[in-house]
């Protein structure tokens, strides 16, 4: 099981950048695809981001129109989350996420260990 702690989280006005970050314990984080999901109030936790063990094949939510990139790196144990253009959604907390499979993907039931979350509040 990997332990995940995620950080980078606060308030930012909308059009501002934040990048999160997420460190991994455990061996077994270089071998493993990672990523990232999200959960706003009264909402379902949703894709935002996923990259293989590797870092070559990455994916995105489609509705994230091309401004966040995931990335890692696996001598540091971390992945991050950088996030441009940020819109007025109030607040959302991100989960850095870790796969069972070292195949980046997009489905929920793929990851199984959790971070507990970081908080991302964009105001207008």
């Known amino acids: 099981q990997v332990q995940l702690v995620e950080s980078g989280g606060g308030l930012v006005q909308a059009g501002g950048s934040l990048r999160l970050s997420c460190a991994a314990s455990?061996?077994?984080?270089?071998?493993?695809?990672m990523g990232w999901f999200r959960q706003a109030s009264g909402k379902e936790r949703e894709f935002v981001a996923s990259i293989s063990w590797s870092g070559g094949s990455r994916y995105y939510a489609d509705s994230l129109e091309g401004r966040f990139t995931i990335s890692r790196d696996n001598s540091e144990n971390t992945m991050y989350l950088q996030m441009n253009s940020l819109k007025p959604e109030g607040t959302t907390v991100y989960y850095c996420?870790?796969?069972?499979?070292?195949?980046?993907?997009?489905?929920?039931?793929?990851?199984?260990?959790w971070g507990q979350g970081t908080h991302v509040t964009v105001s207008s």
């Open positions: 455990g061996r077994t984080f270089s071998s493993k695809a």
């Open positions: 996420t870790a796969a069972r499979v070292g195949q980046a993907t997009t489905f929920y039931d793929d990851f199984s260990s």
